[in-house]
Structure formats: structure tokens, C-alpha cells
């Protein structure tokens, strides 16, 4: 759907539109080496965002077959845009116990935790809310889990929660 060029062209975008919460709902993960794979621009972008007093805030990424869990101490896998460090409010899912979710990934950059399953939407091609995915047609989707599950739908709580607190105190940085 896109890549980080034309990421850090949305950020940069809405900075200029005077947004000062700005929510990432997507998540690439690398394996964590020495030398990291850079995303040169998202993270200017994001800086640039951040310098101009706007919350970032970024979902930390579930797990898959390309992106497996972080073992306690042992750092494997990381997550992009979650570790570009002081620059984003990353986001990790809670299930329905208020327990990490099983499928959200661990690091050192994750922030915070909010609710990451069981959410409902907009359903894609139809009328009215869903709490599964929905293709482009407006069929539910033949997909292994196809539940609203995800840190993608932790971090809007977290975005929202920023948007309402700089709504009421505007003086914080």
C-alpha cells in the first residue's frame, strides 16, 4: 500500500496542516543486527514532526512468521517506525483480561499498552460496523484470523487519549 518515502511524505503533510497528534497504524519489522536498516526518511519525517511539537504515535508491531516475538533479554526482532526511540509514543495490545496480547511484539521501545482486540469498525463496501475483516466487495474475509485484532487498532486509543490531553492542556510539549 506503500512505503516509507511515501510515509514520511504523509507526516511531513500533515505537520503542515497543523496536526498535532498523528497516529501510525502500520509497522514493518526487520531482524535486529548491528546495522540496522535505515529508513532515512520516515525518521527525518517523524523528527521533523516531533521538532514541531506533534505526538507520533505508532503501533509496535504483532508478531508473524516474518516478524517473530522478542525473547525476555534477547532482542531478535525489531519494529519500524516503533524504534526510532524518544520520537514516537509506540503502542503494544492488551486482550479482553487487560494482559499483554499474545500476539504483540516485545521491545525496549514499546510505550505503552491499550486495547488490541475485538475492535469494531466501518465495514469496507457496506453498510454499518464489523468486527471481522471485510473485503473490498463487502465479503468477509477467507483469512486464518480475520478478527480486528492488532497493535494497529491499540494505537488510535493511545492517539485519541494524546488528541484529548493536548485539547485540554495546549501548553504541553
Known amino acids: 500500500a506503500g512505503d516509507t518515502k511515501s510515509m514520511a511524505q504523509a507526516v511531513m503533510r500533515a505537520v503542515q496542516l497543523h496536526a498535532t497528534v498523528i497516529n501510525i497504524s502500520e509497522a514493518a ?25 506533534v ?8 508478531i508473524t512468521p516474518e516478524c517473530p516475538q522478542n525473547s525476555p533479554g ?3 526482532t ?12 509506540t503502542v503494544a495490545a492488551t486482550d479482553g483480561k487487560d494482559q499483554p496480547a499474545r500476539f ?17 469498525s466501518l465495514a ?3 453498510q454499518g460496523l464489523t468486527s471481522g475483516l471485510v473485503e473490498v ?31 485540554r492542556f495546549p501548553n504541553l510539549t
Open 55 to 62: 505526538v507520533v504515535v505508532v503501533a509496535a508491531a504483532n
Open 29 to 53: 519489522c526487520f531482524r535486529a543486527v548491528p546495522n540496522q536498516p535505515e529508513a532515512a526518511d520516515l525518521q527525518a519525517a517523524v523528527h521533523y514532526a516531533v521538532e514541531n511539537n
Open 124 to 126: 469496507a463496501g457496506q
Open 137 to 167: 466487495q463487502g465479503v468477509p474475509a477467507k483469512l486464518v484470523s480475520a478478527k480486528l485484532d492488532g497493535t494497529s487498532f491499540a494505537a488510535p486509543y493511545v492517539a485519541g487519549l494524546a488528541a484529548l490531553v493536548r485539547e
Open 104 to 120: 504483540s511484539l516485545h521491545g525496549p521501545w514499546v510505550g505503552v499498552a491499550a486495547p488490541g482486540t475485538g475492535a469494531v
Open 78 to 89: 525489531i519494529s519500524s517506525p516503533g524504534w526510532f526511540g524518544e520520537d514516537v509514543l
Open 74 to 76: 534477547k532482542l531478535t
